[in-house]
């Protein structure tokens, strides 16, 4: 049997032309449905491809159709869930590229993000490309999107998912495994960076030597050079004996730095050194050892920012930017939500001894609450959504349903959904359709998050958020519905002091004044309480004024 994307391939005027009506699409875009949700749960993720096209036939959405089938399998069959109407809703798509989503002469009820359709609903290009959540019968949940005429993968690397994003992360990975560059792993926070740095090790021909590591992040400034390159005895004090470092450590494997925007700038120097020629210094010795480990970076830091400031050393930048590996936020791939939600659940419900409740009809959840949440914007990504997955099954009895309750109250409270095209009426919210289905959670109206542009946050806001947050960076940017890494941007931009720019001096006459509280020091200061202490370190200052000399 021919598969799915080679019977698209031969639909004349598949590939719309670039210019004129018939243009819109792309050239290999075509728009798609996924299952998020589904009383079988081994459905979830299957996908068809619409062929539609202007002044073309329209595709029908029922029981008996589409047929769907999962990546890299030809098997194909439709949704057949028995309470799905076997009339058709029509799905077709218009001249000025909208998509019709017509319901007239069907029984079948339709929840179209968030809002129930009766009638017809036109949507936008720009709607189809954030991807339009479908409700079938509070049976199931269907995401409309574009995806492309494509083979997914064997072989997942352990990374779940089959979105273009993922895909193409799978095959960067499959071309970068094997060959001895250092690679530098973007992407916002919890999107899985370290998996990645795993997959490539595993994937390579290191697979059988050791995999390191390292949280640049959580190691003490001072500390960083002795446990990336090793110490000998006496090296410094309280270097009571050798210390072997990380390098030593992972030998000819493959050395994981996360984080590494927040290495010292006396380490990246010795860094560099050991990208360029492959020689390890360790501290307190005189020979130089040499090292043939890979070095694979991974940082959710604007480090292009980093080094306009002098935070981070460009040529350090360049030399591990061999090659960079951006890995997609969720928000991005909003088609895998349903795959990793499932994930999840099995995990977690496995964890705490209840796989007993692995089926759909016994979890018992609502699309509506399943719809919500592949509609949200997950600031936090995949580790987020694995949070929430985990607050769903702690958060429910040992038996029967899983409440959905405290996990929508905690993500509501935390991360509210951003208004997202063609989302909810005003006045709405895709979260308000999620909480009536769950039970009463909040009677406060929920204010939806919004990304912003960086440049329209002015200094003056940038310097109130930043003390209400008591000058946490990550929490300012969330405050704010900016990116985590365009703060560094404004910050440098509108020249705001940072705890790095703080001399001794400074620091112990704000000591003097707030009695050596750390907490009235930062505030006093303007800076965050982690960066100061870190700064306190660097210099050598203890946290009490009767400890300073």
């Known amino acids: ?57 329209d595709v029908l959405l029922s029981r008996l159709e589409p047929d769907f089938s999962s990546p890299g399998s030809s098997k194909r069959e439709p949704l057949g869930d028995a309470h799905v109407s076997r009339t058709p809703i029509r799905l077709l798509r218009l001249e000025n590229e909208c998509i019709r989503i017509d319901t007239q002469g069907s029984p079948a009820r339709v929840v179209v993000n968030g809002n129930p359709l009766e009638g017809c609903r036109d949507l936008s290009a720009s709607d189809l490309k954030a991807g339009i959540v479908l409700e079938l019968a509070n049976r199931i949940v269907l995401l409309l999107h574009l995806d492309e ?21 799978r095959r960067e990975i499959r071309q970068l495994a094997s060959l ?26 290191r697979r059988g030597r050791p995999f390191v590591a390292v949280n640049m992040g959580a190691i003490p400034p001072a500390l960083a050079a002795s446990e990336l390159f090793g110490s000998d005895r006496g090296a410094f004090t309280g270097a009571v004996r050798s210390h072997l470092g990380y390098f030593g450590a992972v030998k000819n494997g493959t050395l994981f730095l996360d984080e590494v925007g927040e290495m010292p700038l006396d380490v990246q120097a010795h860094l560099l ?10 501290l307190g010795a005189s020979r130089i050892g040499e090292t043939e480990a890979r070095i694979v970076a991974a940082t959710d830091a604007d480090l292009e920012v980093k080094v306009q400031t002098g935070a981070f050393r460009g040529p350090l930048l360049h030399r591990l930017a061999s090659y960079e590996l951006v890995i997609p936020p969720l928000r991005q791939r909003r088609d895998d939500i349903g795959r990793l939600l499932v994930h999840f659940l099995h995990a977690e419900l496995e964890r ?47 038996t029967g349903p899983l409440d959905p309750g405290p996990a929508l ?33 909040s009677k406060e109206p929920i204010s ?6 960086p440049s329209d946050v002015t200094e003056e806001e940038l310097l109130d958020a930043m003390r209400a947050c008591n000058f946490d960076l990550k929490a300012t940017a969330e405050r704010l519905g900016i990116p985590r890494t365009s703060i560094y941007g404004l910050v440098a931009q509108h020249k705001v002091r940072r705890a790095s720019d703080l001399d001794r001096e400074e ?11 750390v907490e009235q020091m930062a505030k006093h200061l303007g800076v965050s309480k982690v960066a100061l202490q870190r700064r306190m370190r660097e210099l050598k200052i203890g946290g009490s004024p009767d400890r300073q000399t």
């Open 1 to 57: 049997m021919p598969s799915q994307d080679a019977e698209l391939s031969t639909l004349d005027g598949l590939n719309p032309p670039t210019h004129g009506p018939e243009a819109g699409f792309g050239i290999s875009h075509v728009p798609a449905l996924t299952i998020v949700w589904h009383p079988t749960l081994g459905r979830v993720g299957d996908r068809a491809l619409l062929p539609l096209r202007y002044g073309g036939t």
């Open 149 to 169: 005429l494509r083979q997914e993968s064997d072989d997942d690397l352990g990374l779940v998912g089959a979105s273009l994003g993922i895909e193409r992360v």
């Open 180 to 205: 001895d560059v250092p690679v530098l792993v973007r992407g916002e926070t919890g999107t899985g960076k370290e998996l990645v740095a795993r997959a490539l090790h595993y994937t390579g021909a």
């Open 273 to 282: 050194r050991t990208l360029d020629v492959g020689e390890v210094q360790t």
């Open 352 to 398: 705490f001894g209840r796989a007993d409740q692995l089926t759909a009809s016994k979890m018992g959840l609502p699309t509506a609450f399943i719809a919500a949440l592949v509609r949200h914007d997950w600031p936090g990504n995949v580790r987020q959504l694995r949070n929430v997955v985990r607050q769903l099954v702690l958060g429910s009895p040992d």
């Open 409 to 441: 109250a905690a993500l509501m409270s935390t991360t509210p959904a951003p208004a997202s095209g063609g989302g909810p009426s005003p006045g709405g919210s895709v979260w308000n359709t999620a909480a009536e289905a769950a039970g009463p959670v």
């Open 448 to 453: 939806p998050r919004r990304n912003r542009k």
């Open 507 to 517: 620091i112990m006459r704000s000591s003097l004044e707030c009695e050596g509280t």
